[in-house]
Antibody, heavy 116, light 110 residues
């Protein structure tokens, strides 16, 4: 079945870096836009970034522009989020999700905690 | 502050119908039929319930329906059940390839 599995979350100090991964299965990965969406503890959803099926079109929310980098490897059916210069306000569960005009499915999420 | 405005909370009794609104602008909800709705239970990932304003994915109960009028989209849940208690989010396409989110609505089944 169609499935997305995130990994790479954890505890990191302010200013540090993390790389999140999202492994896809059950569909033709190279046909789809992929997205990263996050949710701070007790808060709503926030769009982070998307990447087109070929990787040629990329978008970042203003809150992460210049610090986060999205990429994909269609041969490995995976999308990545390199997060640098992390701040306390980046603490959240990070979800990857498939799609362009709507998001389906979503992964189970991976928790990123930025704290000293 | 979220780009799309949703009520913070709504409530209803079992068997009743409720509607959650999602108000945007003429640059997103009003101009594109790309509004989607998501249900999120505590500690779980969001689940797609409605896409392209009023389409239901396979497997989603027909008690869930979506509509749009002007700059406001709506999600209606009829025949409320205890399992519908969750947070609901709307998302819309906006010009220049942007996606905008609502702040979420907590549905309580009384």
């Amino acid at each position: 079945q169609v499935q997305l599995v995130e990994s790479g979350g954890g505890l990191v100090k302010p200013g540090g870096s993390l790389r999140l991964s999202c492994a896809a299965s059950g569909f033709t990965f190279s046909d789809y836009y992929m997205n990263w969406i996050r949710q701070a503890p007790g808060k709503g959803l926030e769009f982070v970034s998307y990447i087109s099926s070929s990787g040629n079109t990329i978008y970042y929310a203003d809150s992460v522009k210049g610090r986060f980098t999205i990429s994909r490897d269609n041969a490995k059916n995976s999308v990545y989020l390199q997060m640098d210069s992390l701040r306390a306000e980046d603490t959240a569960v990070y979800y990857c999700a498939r799609g362009y005009n709507y998001f389906d499915p979503w992964g189970q999420g991976t928790l990123v905690t930025v704290s000293s | 502050q979220s780009a799309l405005t949703q009520p913070a909370s709504v409530s209803g009794s079992p068997g009743q119908s409720i509607t959650i609104s999602c108000t945007g602008t003429s640059s997103d909800v009003g101009d594109y039929n790309y509004v989607s709705w998501y249900q999120q239970h505590p500690g779980k990932a969001p689940k797609l319930m409605i896409y392209d304003v009023s389409n239901r994915p396979s497997g989603v109960s027909n008690r869930f329906s979506g509509s749009k009028s002007g700059n406001t989209a709506s999600l209606t849940i009829s025949g409320l059940q205890a399992e519908d208690e969750a947070d609901y989010y709307c998302i819309s396409y906006r010009s220049s390839n942007i996606r905008v989110f609502g702040g979420g609505t907590k549905l309580t089944v009384l």
